[in-house]
């Protein structure tokens, strides 16, 4: 492999790190803001931290944040078409957390992923889980997957995405070239995108991101678009008017982001915030190869991927012991990501 294909891989690899991140600290963002806000504010904020209780199979007791190595699970939800009920996950991502060397490692787990369901016979798309049987499924389905466990979640649905949005006045966004796409709503609505700075609501934000079929990067590009939506939204909730009208956002907030970490969790997460920096974060990318079984499209995962995430992610959560191989390719990773800074 050439000089310059590798740069390009170093390059992809970076960029969907930041989209991770952003998303990762995004819902950061807002829980810490209870530290600088009132009554109204926490008691709203809170509601969110009141979702579902989930269990998880490879835990053997309670871990606390900021004293213990934790997991989340980030869901998307895309339920527009079952009015609001069940849907699928149209976006997932894992991180895991150590406090003790303050690092984060993420993974983007695709939504076409060919895996096993627990309690279902035959393979399919690791999206199916949240329809077959929710949070709970979901959250057995990603550790039977890769042998880890999930200790926390955050969800939000195309809905609340677009309120979210809405509720901060919209975002700002550069335009990459000309395109159109549907809306989530029904009947569906063509929205069109002109090349240069465009203001976009919750509803043009959410089709902006969501666009791959006519953007001739595919994935690609539709990250690059999801990490600009996503920067401009961290940089909406970071402005100091975002601060200021925090108890106007709260409910916005509280009725659209579900997740079973409690506020204090949240806060005590967030005060390592300031510590973590670009060589803190590690991305893992799931190898595999696009496949088309029985009529139907699957991104089928390497098995010797799949082991060695699972390693590395239960290493950083110290379920196991780094093996020689872990911790050289962990020091050759550190010097590659420190020497890209």
């Given at each position: 492999m050439n000089q310059s294909r590798k740069m390009a891989r170093k390059k992809r690899r970076r960029k969907k790190g930041f989209i991770a991140r952003l998303f990762l600290l995004i819902v950061i963002v807002v829980l810490v803001f209870v530290?600088?806000?009132?009554?109204?504010?926490?008691?709203?904020?809170?509601?969110?931290?009141?979702?579902?209780?989930?269990?998880?199979?490879?835990?053997?007791?309670?871990?606390?944040?900021s004293k213990d190595p934790i997991s989340i699970l980030?869901?998307?939800?895309?339920?527009y078409s079952t009015g609001g009920k069940g849907g699928r996950t149209d976006s997932m991502i894992l991180a895991t957390f150590n406090p003790k060397d303050e690092t984060i490692k993420t993974m983007s787990i695709p939504r076409d992923t060919y895996v096993s369901i627990p309690g279902h016979t035959e393979k399919t798309k690791i999206n199916?889980?949240?329809?077959y049987g929710g949070l709970q499924l979901t959250v057995d389905t990603v550790e039977n997957f890769l042998n880890v466990p999930i200790d926390y979640y955050v969800t939000v649905d195309f809905k609340g995405f677009k309120n979210i949005?809405?509720?901060?006045g919209g975002i700002d966004v550069e335009v990459p070239f000309d395109f159109w796409e549907n809306t989530d709503t029904q009947p569906r609505e063509k929205i069109y995108f002109t090349k240069g700075m465009m203001h976009l609501n919750g509803q043009q934000a959410l089709a902006y991101s969501r666009m791959r079929k006519r953007d001739p990067r595919g994935d690609f590009g539709r990250e690059e678009r999801q990490q600009q939506v996503i920067q401009a939204i961290l940089s909406k909730i970071k402005s100091p008017q975002t601060i200021l009208k925090m108890d106007d956002y709260a409910k916005v907030f509280s009725d659209n982001i579900s997740t079973n970490m409690k506020m204090s969790g949240g806060i005590s997460l967030a005060k390592h915030?300031?510590?973590?920096?670009?060589?803190d974060f590690e991305t893992l990318k799931i190898q595999g190869?696009?496949?088309?079984?029985n009529g139907i499209y699957y991104y089928v995962p390497e098995d010797e991927s799949i082991n060695e995430i699972s390693s590395k992610l239960r290493v950083h959560l110290d379920l196991d012991k780094p093996s020689t191989s872990n911790s050289l390719?962990?020091?050759s990773s550190s010097s590659e990501n420190n020497s890209n800074q």
């Open positions: 530290g600088y806000q009132g009554v109204k504010t926490y008691i709203e904020l809170n509601k969110a931290t009141k979702g579902e209780q989930i269990s998880s199979g490879l835990r053997d007791g309670e871990v606390k944040i980030f869901l998307g939800i895309e339920n199916h889980a949240y329809s949005i809405d509720a901060v915030l300031p510590n973590i920096n670009n060589q190869h696009d496949d088309t079984i390719n962990t020091d």
